[in-house]
């Protein structure tokens, strides 16, 4: 094939490996079967939107309100306007199905440029070499070489002498000591060990009390539970999760990780 | 627009076939799971990630079917759906999940078990995917790729049909140009042996 390779061979080519392996096609489908199961057994669960019933109820009191000459007062007053912000504010929630896609705010990248200035400012010069020299490829492994330093990887607070040894003192390295054993969990958990990935969550949490990382590894001890077998304390911690992220990124995966444990979730999909 | 044997159904096709008004879920994952993917991996999503995105996609579609109105095209609501998945990861995750993303591990080879010819064709195809700029990019997939007619292309992107055209003309010229260039080095390298 690749001696002649020809337009309809390459595309050929590429719907057959590009899409997910099979073991990820079948952990897909267990998860979408087990929330097919939940539903069936608490169809309540699927909560209808609000928007077309807030429509509804402010269309009949307006209605109501012109009916009795009442709509003077409630045109001078606070009533009008606060049911106007409320269709508005739930308007405004994002929906999957209906969300347009949008530039990027300006905002948002004059941001990202600060915060990369930021973090080449702050970067040592022999880390920045490396970075000239590695590519996009050297943040990894300078966190992976973070992961590997028992100062970083276990302290987190990091003695002042493996600071000094390595130039790794700071916020910034701290912050990267974090992803890297949030990412150690991460791969565990991928590779089908959630109780590695339990432990070393255990460890960030330990390491990083009040690390700035606390929701992702929140979230990925929901899954690692929940892939362990143990739905109970998954489902629980999910609950408490979502109470306490009911925004979160990852509130979609969290509410999904037990459905046999029932947690109730009202994602922003169905706001 | 040719189709191929496994060319997704239109909605109105697919409810032909399972004979009833919707589709299940599982049939909608069963035959959408790759183009899914594809369409994430087009918008940029690394391999890795797009597991996750075909997730939600689904975990959407599982709470939407029922909303799926038969006359629409199925392939145009699910390119709707993950164009939006993506989009809110994008805008939520920012500095997290960027950070997270920088550390990623080495990816594991993907479908081990494909042949070695098989699975430099689709990287060939791959790197031909990345390098076209994204409004060729989506119609190409979802035409020659994923099999979309014209019209269902126009919807799922909200363009005009000529401009559907266009772009899969100046697509399929690349595509050309790029086979010929891998041709080329093909019969090249016997002789650098």
Redesign the interface.
């Known amino acids: 094939?690749?001696?002649?390779?020809?337009?309809r061979?390459?595309?050929?080519?590429?719907?057959?490996?590009?899409?997910?392996?099979?073991a990820?096609?079948a952990e897909?489908?267990a998860?979408?079967a087990a929330?097919?199961r939940a539903?069936a057994r608490d169809p309540g669960r699927?909560s209808p939107s609000r928007a077309p019933w807030l429509a509804l109820a402010a269309g009949l009191l307006l209605l109501a309100a012109w009916q009795l000459d009442l709509a003077r007062i409630f045109a001078s007053g606070h009533v009008l306007q606060d049911m106007r912000d409320l269709a508005a504010y739930d308007a405004a929630e994002?929906?999957?199905?209906?969300?347009r896609?949008?530039e990027?705010s300006a905002g948002?990248v004059r941001w990202?440029e600060t915060?990369k200035r930021e973090a080449e400012t702050r970067a040592s010069p022999g880390r920045q070499r490396a970075a000239a020299g590695h590519g996009r490829g050297s943040?990894?492994r300078a966190?992976?070489a973070a992961a590997d330093e028992p100062g970083l990887a276990e302290g987190g607070d990091g003695a002042p002498g493996a600071d000094a040894r390595e130039g790794l003192a700071g916020d910034g390295d701290r912050?990267?000591a974090e992803?890297?054993l949030?990412?150690e969990a991460r791969?565990a958990l991928r590779g089908g060990q959630p109780e590695t990935a339990l432990a070393l969550l255990d460890r960030h949490a330990e390491s990083f009390a009040g690390g700035s990382?606390t929701?992702?590894r929140q979230a990925l001890r929901v899954l690692a539970l929940c892939a362990a077998g143990e739905v109970a304390r998954g489902a629980d911690e999910a609950a408490a999760f979502l109470r306490a992220h009911p925004r979160s990124?990852y509130a979609?995966?969290v509410a999904?990780a037990c459905p046999e444990g029932h947690v109730q979730k009202d994602?922003?999909?169905?706001r | 627009m040719s189709k191929?044997l496994?060319t997704p159904l239109t909605s109105a096709e697919f409810a032909a076939e399972v004979e009833c008004g919707a589709p299940s879920?599982?049939e909608v994952?069963a035959r959408h799971?790759?183009t899914v993917?594809?369409i994430a991996?087009a918008f940029g999503v690394p391999a890795d990630d797009?597991?996750?995105v075909?997730?939600?996609v689904?975990?959407?579609v599982?709470?939407?079917l029922h909303?799926f109105q038969p006359s629409r095209s199925l392939p145009a609501w699910l390119f709707?759906?993950t164009?939006?998945?993506v989009?809110?990861?994008?805008r939520?995750?920012?500095?997290?999940?960027r950070?997270?993303s920088?550390?990623?591990?080495p990816l594991p080879p993907?479908?081990p078990?494909?042949s070695f010819?098989?699975?430099?064709?689709?990287a060939?195809?791959?790197e031909?995917?990345d390098g076209l700029d994204e409004d060729k990019r989506m119609v190409f997939l979802l035409a020659?790729?994923e099999g979309l007619t014209a019209s269902e292309i126009a919807e799922a992107l909200e363009i005009p049909l000529g401009t559907v055209f266009s772009r899969l003309r100046a697509a399929?010229l690349k595509?050309?140009q790029f086979?010929q260039r891998?041709?080329a080095r093909?019969l090249r390298r016997p002789h650098d042996r």
């Open positions: 094939m690749t001696d002649e390779p020809t337009s061979a390459l595309i050929a080519a590429y719907k057959a490996c590009a899409r997910p392996s099979a990820a096609e897909l489908w998860t979408l929330a097919e539903d699927r994002p929906d999957p199905l209906e969300a896609p949008r990027e948002a990202l915060v943040p990894a966190s992976r912050v990267l992803m890297a949030l990412q791969a990382m929701e992702e990124t979609a995966r999904a994602t922003s999909e169905d | 191929t496994d879920l599982r994952f799971l790759g993917w594809r991996r797009a597991d996750d075909a997730q939600e689904f975990l959407v599982h709470r939407r909303t709707g759906i164009r939006n998945v989009l809110m990861r994008r939520a995750h920012t500095r997290r999940e950070r997270l920088a550390v990623e591990p993907r479908e078990e494909a010819e098989l699975r430099q064709a689709a060939f195809m791959q031909f995917l020659d790729i399929r595509l050309e086979s891998l041709r093909s």
